[in-house]
């Protein structure tokens, strides 16, 4: 009867070892999905603000960066509750004010942006940090992406005329559907908030 209730301990404890497992596996794949999203767009951004590209492409891109977020740029729901369209944060060293635009028009805003050219660089997929997921619905999770994005500016002429490196954390949203193969996870991105801005 003891040797029963031994076997049976050991195969939970197994059990419950092999499932912890696979559930910090998951959590391991769907952060890096996550990173690998928040990359791709600042992919996105630096080809909208490279005007050495032509207005059409850059519009291209710029519904290449909608189709990443919840919404694509429009409101959305979740567990049953509305919320507005995505927005992203900016500042400036030149002032203290945090402005928040909806997503789709600060895409158009840097597409449109006066400057000669502009360079719009983000952190390297493999250096950006995500948080541990969190569960806001059935089969919904959220994380945060922490990243840096150098931002330079420059005259017709070529000359360096302001440039600044901002810290941002990107929300995530992880959508969990069951498929014949097994689940399925779909990442799609949130609102960017902006942290800390300084002079480079």
Same mark, same amino acid.
């Not at 059990?15 to 791709?40: F, G, H, K, P, Y």
């Not at 789709?104 to 950006?128: A, C, D, Q």
């Not at 901002?166 to 929300?171: C, L």
């Given at each position: 009867?003891?040797?029963?209730?031994?076997?049976?301990?050991?195969?939970?404890?197994?059990?419950?070892?092999?499932?912890?497992?696979?559930?910090?596996?998951?959590?391991?794949?769907?952060?890096?999905? /996550? /990173?690998?999203? +928040?990359?791709?767009?600042? *992919?996105?951004?630096?080809?909208?603000? *490279?005007? =050495? !590209?032509?207005?059409?492409?850059?519009?291209?891109?710029?519904?290449? /960066?909608?189709?990443?977020?919840?919404? !694509? =740029?429009?409101?959305?729901?979740? =567990?049953?509750?509305?919320? #507005?369209? +995505?927005?992203?944060?900016?500042?400036?060293?030149?002032?203290? /004010? +945090?402005? $928040? $635009?909806?997503?789709?028009?600060?895409?158009?805003?840097?597409?449109?942006?006066?400057?000669?050219?502009?360079?719009?660089?983000? $952190?390297?997929?493999?250096?950006?940090?995500?948080? *541990?997921?969190?569960?806001?619905?059935?089969?919904?999770?959220?994380?945060?992406?922490?990243?840096?994005?150098?931002?330079? =500016?420059?005259?017709? *002429?070529?000359?360096?005329?302001?440039?600044?490196?901002?810290? !941002?954390?990107?929300?995530?949203?992880?959508? +969990?559907?069951?498929?014949?193969?097994? #689940?399925?996870?779909?990442?799609?991105?949130?609102?960017?908030?902006?942290?800390?801005?300084?002079?480079?």
């Amino acid at each position: 009867m003891v040797k029963k209730i031994l076997s049976l301990l050991l195969l939970t404890l197994i059990w419950t070892s092999n499932a912890n497992a696979q559930e910090e596996e998951n959590q391991a794949l769907i952060q890096r999905r /996550a /990173a690998e999203m +928040v990359s791709q767009l600042g *992919d996105y951004l630096n080809y909208m603000a *490279d005007k =050495g !590209k032509s207005y059409k492409t850059r519009q291209y891109y710029r519904k290449k /960066a909608l189709n990443l977020f919840i919404g !694509k =740029g429009n409101s959305y729901e979740i =567990g049953g509750r509305q919320f #507005p369209a +995505v927005s992203m944060q900016t500042t400036s060293v030149n002032t203290k /004010a +945090v402005r $928040t $635009t909806p997503m789709s028009t600060y895409f158009n805003n840097l597409i449109n942006l006066k400057y000669g050219n502009v360079s719009l660089t983000t $952190t390297e997929v493999g250096k950006i940090k995500v948080s *541990d997921l969190k569960k806001v619905d059935n089969d919904t999770y959220m994380c945060t992406c922490y990243i840096e994005q150098v931002f330079k =500016g420059y005259s017709k *002429d070529g000359r360096p005329i302001y440039a600044d490196i901002t810290r !941002k954390s990107v929300m995530c949203y992880i959508t +969990v559907e069951q498929t014949v193969t097994g #689940p399925e996870y779909i990442v799609q991105l949130g609102n960017i908030t902006a942290t800390h801005t300084e002079r480079l």
